[in-house]
């Protein structure tokens, strides 16, 4: 089945400093790509959906200089999330379908994110 | 507003008996359903996907989808103590540059 790869899986950084987390589709190519973050006990919540090859639609409350996304190519969307804050500390899924009609969403393995 | 209900639990099932996990939602323009099965700590995982009305079959899970309802179940037969997770149903338009609307899940717990 496809396949989503996301990278690092944990990232333990200083307030202050940029963290970039890079999501691959390793067998499928994702024109759009869909961020989202976790906080404990809480439900997903859809951070930005990322296009390849456009600028990224963010949703409301999201700022989009604080959670830069690129989208350069088919398989590869990164998030950097710039002068991280503890309030930051999440855990960052990224996810992508397929550009068939009704392609199920397939999720990375996370990105858990701690902000000392 | 598209919106996914789902009933939040805790579900508690013992073990080999069938869990029935609901969910229904707002849009009726929604076309693709889906069912992830998410461990704590864990990034979501696609159990099911559902696009006709009616009943689908997979191992121990069945998706049942009924559009005129606008309601949509996962069945967990034979439950194992290893499915207990928080299950999201989560549904889309038919296309692949949309998000998917997801619940706010149910948690099951399968007591051995």
């Known amino acids: 089945g496809a396949v989503v790869s996301q990278h690092p899986s944990w990232v333990i950084c200083k307030s202050g400093t940029s963290v970039k987390i890079e999501c691959r589709s390793l067998?499928?190519?994702?024109?759009?790509m869909f961020w989202y973050r976790q906080f404990p006990k809480q439900s997903l919540m859809l951070m930005a959906t990322s296009n390849e090859g456009s600028k990224a639609t963010y949703e409301q409350g999201v700022e989009k200089d604080k959670f830069l996304i690129n989208h350069a190519s088919l398989t590869l969307s990164t998030l950097t999330v710039t002068s991280a804050h503890p309030e930051d500390s999440s855990f960052y899924i990224c996810s992508a379908r397929g550009a068939v009609d009704n392609s199920p969403l397939h999720f990375g393995n996370g990105t858990r994110l701690t902000v000392t | 507003q598209k919106e996914v209900e789902q009933n939040s639990g805790p579900l508690s099932v013992p073990e080999g008996a069938i869990a029935s996990l609901n969910c229904t939602y707002s849009?009726?323009?929604?076309?693709?359903f889906f069912w992830y099965r998410q461990y704590s700590g864990k990034s979501p995982e696609l159990i099911m996907f559902i696009y006709s009305n009616g009943d689908k079959e997979d191992g121990r899970f069945t998706a049942q989808l009924n559009k005129a309802s606008q309601y949509v179940s996962l069945l967990i037969r034979d439950s194992q103590p290893s499915d207990s997770a928080t299950y999201l149903c989560?549904?889309?338009?038919?296309?692949?540059?949309?998000?998917?609307?997801f619940g706010k899940g149910t948690r099951l717990s399968v007591i051995a």
């Open positions: 989560a549904m889309s338009e038919h296309s692949g540059n949309t998000p998917l609307v």
């Open positions: 067998d499928f190519q994702a024109t759009t």
């Open positions: 849009d009726r323009g929604s076309q693709s």
